[in-house]
């Protein structure tokens, strides 16, 4: 399995730098990287969304935390359960007409097919339950400089309505609740699902104090073709600072601006991704100081996404999470994940993805 050649348990057989006999060998290296587990993972059965069949793949996470533990990249004890949000957390983002819809089961037609998941109580317990495991990771990550909600990252999700397998917008309610508990005054989102956050943006439209622009990229770190089709916009925020890096010829259709988007072209590839990631995110940060970063990491960037049109591959996707750790740790910026949209033709690539934003946190915050 790829994912086993990044660990460092699976470096442990190489017997160039150890003495013990392998399989004691093995046993003692496992033993000391999960010692060595310095964050949380949130992660509840629960998480999964009853919408039958359908492409989103609800069962990933399970597979996702299965595949933690089998590989020894996590144990049991490194994950925590959450509760579900309050109906109170959920009135922070959301409108309480569209609250109230989703708990008496009263959406118009038009509502729920816009939403794309069949309606069921069940799945609005599912977002509910969503939203607390994003409000747990976010308190948790003040302490422990980072921690991994296996689920949640519902960014299409707007105040008043829901769409693109999106009720809820489980981190704009946990980014709220901290801001409401005084644990935090601001905040940053950076979405890198290849779909553009709108519900993020239209939520925190309201905190925007003024607009500047943003200083381009330069071309000679891009390769050829993609610059002049690659365009950043960008606001001073308020309270809360929006990034969005997504694939321009894709859903939604309208994108509500959010403080930086970056619109990339169909088919970009690792370089230039990581190159307009790591200007978006120096250049968030010369215009705003968060006191905590929501990292949306979705793996639909993958070029074998069957609802992305972007060309990153597995390696690529690593790169881009561990772009995103060493900033936040050299800038000792608090950062909560969550995991947002993931649709390759093989689920296992999915799962393989998101275990490797685990690794790589692991060993950026070792
Ligand atoms: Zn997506």
């Excluded at 959010?258 to 230039?272: F, M, N, T």
Aim: proline residues 6%.
């Amino acid at each position: 399995m790829r994912v086993q050649t990044q660990t460092r348990s699976f470096d442990c057989a190489d017997s160039s730098h150890c003495e013990l006999p392998t399989p004691l060998r093995m046993t003692k290296c496992l033993e000391s990287v999960q010692n060595m587990f310095p964050f949380k993972l949130v992660y509840s059965d629960a998480y999964y969304l009853p919408i039958g069949e359908h492409v989103f793949p609800a069962e990933k996470y399970r597979r996702i935390r299965d595949r933690l533990i089998s590989s020894h990249i996590a144990e049991a004890t490194d994950f925590l359960e959450p509760e579900p949000a309050t109906d109170q957390d959920i009135l922070l983002v959301h409108k309480p007409e569209y609250v109230h819809k989703l708990k008496t089961g009263t959406l118009s037609p038009r509502e729920q097919m816009e939403l794309e998941v069949p309606f069921s109580p069940e799945l609005v317990k599912a977002f509910w339950l969503a939203a607390g495991g994003s409000i747990m990771a976010a308190r948790q990550c003040l302490s422990d400089k980072v921690c991994i909600s296996i689920g949640g990252g519902f960014h299409h999700a707007f105040p008043d309505h829901g769409e693109g397998f999106c009720m809820i917008h489980d981190v704009a309610v946990a980014i709220r609740r901290l801001q409401r508990d005084d644990k935090i005054r601001t905040a940053m989102t950076l979405d890198c699902d290849v779909h553009q956050g709108n519900g993020t943006a239209a939520i925190f439209a309201g905190t925007r104090t003024e607009s500047v622009p943003l200083p381009s990229v330069s071309s000679s770190t891009l390769s050829t073709g993609t610059a002049t089709k690659t365009k950043m916009r960008g606001t001073h925020a308020g309270e809360v600072f929006t990034i969005s890096l997504h694939q321009h010829n894709n859903y939604p259709l309208y994108k509500p601006p959010s403080s930086i988007d970056v619109d990339l072209p169909d088919g970009c590839h690792d370089g230039d991704y990581l190159a307009w990631l790591d200007n978006a995110i120096s250049s968030g940060l010369r215009q705003f100081e968060p006191d905590l970063l929501c990292y949306i990491a979705g793996a639909d960037p993958y070029r074998e996404d069957q609802l992305g049109g972007l060309a990153l591959t597995i390696e690529g996707l690593k790169k881009r999470d561990e772009l995103v750790f060493r900033v936040a740790r050299a800038r000792d910026i608090p950062v909560m994940v969550t995991y947002a949209g993931g649709y390759a033709r093989n689920i296992e690539d999915t799962v393989t993805i998101h275990c490797n934003t685990v690794i790589a946190a692991q060993e950026v915050f070792a």
